[in-house]
T-cell receptor, first 115, second 112 residues
Framework: NAGVTQTPKFQVLKTGQSMTLQCAQD?????MSWYRQDPGMGLRLIHY???????DQGEVPNGYNVSRSTTEDFPLRLLSAAPSQTSVYFC??????????????FGPGTRLTVL | KQEVTQIPAALSVPEGENLVLNCSFT??????LQWFRQDPGKGLTSLLL?????REQTSGRLNASLDKSSGRSTLYIAASQPGDSATYLC???????????FGTGTRLQVFP
């Protein structure tokens, strides 16, 4: 199993550009989520999904869109990049039991810089 | 709103010491608590997951305990080694949400 994969590993954007961060998992996990990690602020949840066709907002959803058309993929779209979105982005996935997620598995991250 | 705190923010110890890392949370109605390790520039690696019905979990030199009533978890590292140097994060999932809330981590350095 490849686990959770993310592409690209690094990306530089100019303010106003849009892009999609890719996330895929091959463990048939129902739950997938996106976090951003900033110095001194820890990991903050952007969006999450409990299954194909279902998404919901986390703590910091503004400026980001997600969709979940398949169990395997959960892309994160930046609509109009801003310098405040410079961060490291992590995707995670897990099984769900009785309506709750279990052990979370993380991807290697995407380091995004917005100029 | 669930808040997770980790103290200390950084810790530097000589090799061989036994360590305790602390994690506190404000809402005791949790479903599970998970400890992670993060090496510089890398993703998070799951270390231990404690369900709300459990008091502790062990994996090798690591032992994590959970006291829901006091809102605390501790990660005990026995006989620390330089290879244990990393940032350790705890994360809590509450019963009333699907969201995982992270602490800001403890940066551990073990020197020879």
């Amino acid at each position: 199993n490849a686990g959770v994969t993310q592409t690209p590993k690094f990306q530089v954007l100019k303010t106003g550009q849009s892009m999609t961060l890719q996330c895929a998992q091959d463990m048939n996990h129902e739950y997938m989520s996106w976090y951003r990690q900033d110095p001194g602020m820890g990991l903050r949840l952007i969006h999450y999904s409990v299954g194909a066709g279902i998404t919901d907002q986390g703590e910091v959803p503004n400026g980001y869109n997600v969709s979940r058309s398949t169990t395997e993929d959960f892309p994160l779209r930046l609509l109009s990049a801003a310098p405040s979105q410079t961060s490291v982005y992590f995707c995670a996935s897990s099984y769900r039991t009785s309506g709750f997620s279990n052990e979370q598995f993380f991807g290697p991250g995407t380091r995004l810089t917005v100029l | 709103k669930q808040e997770v705190t980790q103290i200390p923010a950084a810790l530097s110890v000589p090799e061989g010491e036994n360590l305790v890392l602390n994690c506190s949370f404000t809402d005791s109605a949790i479903y599970n608590l998970q400890w992670f390790r993060q090496d510089p520039g890398k993703g998070l690696t799951s270390l231990l997951l404690i369900q709300s019905s459990q008091r502790e979990q062990t994996s090798g030199r690591l032992n994590a305990s959970l006291d829901k009533s006091s809102g605390r978890s501790t990660l005990y590292i026995a006989a620390s080694q330089p290879g244990d140097s990393a940032t350790y994060l705890c994360a809590v999932q509450s019963y009333n949400t699907d969201k995982l809330i992270f602490g800001t981590g403890t940066r551990l350095q073990v020197f020879p």
